[in-house]
């Protein structure tokens, strides 16, 4: 777990699974990982995003609980955008039978092929030969050992379509989003762009003026929603909101008047399991890593956002926004 959104996919999976089976549930929690040096993931995330019921356990990380086994128990290794090979060798070793494999997602990532996962890894300073051959590695597992998919979208017919069971845990803004409509604010979801050496502060903060500007111009007010693995108090320029909780689950985003951000996984999900009013922006910096996009990934992002924007056309911004927006900005 490298993010409290993997966690809200492996909690509606649980929930599932709590209401197709009539016995005890042991949940043993193998921990979370640092992404670019920072683990997202605190205890009140478990807390808050795994179920609570009387039949279900959970066994802190670092426990000997998964090497036990006893006679009739159903072993499922859940994992996050591919099985975690040693956690599986771990359990057959253990019980000397295979688990059952399910498999959540990761994020937009997991739509994606061997290469776009190895780019990935060499974005967060890995170098060759480990990234391909991790990649291969991965790719490998997802094919041979994955039993189900737990993933929330899936395409029917060529087109995609949200999965309503796996959705289900971003449903708990429903009722509290609506406060923050009224705000009529445009909130900008970041990327730890500067962190993974893509581009300069002062570059990204001259994007996200021009992109400010053209909100102040359709006459709704600007906040940026920093990434968790982003370094604090970036963008004292603008209203910075809180990043306790995954951005489908928190109000003051769920409820704003439009999302903007570039190819990522919270707009994505904002836009589709939401159906909040999202706009993709582009960055000149970025260009390699959109045209480094798979075509599973290129066609998800296409069949819930409008195409791209370039932020630098402010004219062309501004019609996009007002778009977006509705009649009079409703």
């Known amino acids: 777990m490298r993010s409290a959104t993997h966690l809200v996919h492996a909690g509606s999976y649980l929930r599932h699974l709590l209401g197709h089976t009539s016995g005890e549930v042991v949940v043993d929690y193998l921990g979370s990982g640092a992404f670019l040096g920072r683990d997202n993931v605190r205890q ?128 708990d803004t429903s009722s509290g989003h609506r406060a923050a409509v009224a705000e009529a604010r445009a909130v900008y979801l970041t990327q730890p762009w500067v962190e993974l050496g893509l581009m300069t502060e002062d570059a990204f903060r001259g994007h996200l003026e021009q992109v400010a500007s053209a909100c102040a111009h359709v006459g709704v007010g600007f906040a940026v929603r920093p990434h968790p693995a982003e370094r604090g108090s970036r963008y004292a320029a603008w209203p910075e909101l809180a990043r306790d909780l995954p951005a489908e689950l928190d109000p003051a985003v769920v409820g704003a008047r439009v999302v903007l951000g570039t190819d990522s996984t919270a707009l994505l999900n904002l836009a589709a399991v939401h159906g909040r009013p999202a706009l993709r922006v582009t960055i000149p910096e970025l260009h390699l890593l959109e045209r480094g996009l798979g ?12 195409p791209p924007v370039d932020a630098r056309q402010q004219d062309v911004l501004t019609h996009a926004l007002e778009a977006a927006l509705g009649p009079r900005g409703a």
Not at 46 to 57: C, E, G, H, K, S
Not at 295 to 306: E, M, V
């Open 295 to 306: 075509s599973g990934q290129r066609s998800l992002l296409a069949a819930f956002l409008p």
């Open 44 to 171: 009140e995330h478990v807390t808050a995003f795994l179920p609570r019921d009387p039949r279900l356990t959970l066994r802190a990380a670092g426990g000997r609980g998964v090497d036990r086994t006893h006679p009739g128990e159903r072993r499922i290794l859940l994992s996050v955008g591919a099985p975690g090979i040693k956690p599986y060798l771990r359990l057959v070793a253990g019980a000397h039978t295979r688990p059952e494999v399910v498999v959540v997602d990761e994020g937009i990532g997991t739509y994606g092929d061997w290469r776009t996962r190895r780019d990935a890894w060499r974005r967060q300073g890995a170098r060759e030969p480990w990234p391909t051959v991790r990649s291969w590695a991965v790719t490998g597992a997802a094919h041979v050992l994955t039993e189900r998919r737990w993933a929330l979208y899936e395409q029917v017919g060529g087109s995609w379509r949200v999965v309503p069971e796996v959705a289900a845990g971003f449903a």
